[in-house]
């Protein structure tokens, strides 16, 4: 799971490449993050117990990685 957590503001990593989402969320925003990131295509999902979050441009690369 990459929930990175700057100035007291949390966003989303991707997990497969650098890619981060711009816009920034308190804490008790949470579940707002998560569902914009979903609506922007973002794939967040729990795999053997662990969060994911992989970016829409990560999901159509071969081997699902942007770099």
């Known amino acids: 799971m990459t929930v990175a ?3 007291g503001k949390s966003f ?3 997990d ?3 890619a ?3 816009d920034t969320y308190d804490q008790p ?3 707002k993050m998560i569902a914009m990131a979903r609506a922007d295509g973002w794939k967040v999902d ?3 117990g662990a969060w994911r979050h992989v970016c829409n441009h990560c999901q ?3 081997g699902g990685r942007l770099l």
């Open 20 to 22: 981060k989402r711009r």
């Open 60 to 62: 159509v690369r071969p």
């Open 12 to 14: 989303l990593k991707c």
């Open 16 to 18: 497969e490449c650098p």
């Open 29 to 31: 925003e949470f579940a």
């Open 46 to 48: 729990k795999r053997a």
């Open 5 to 7: 957590i700057e100035a």
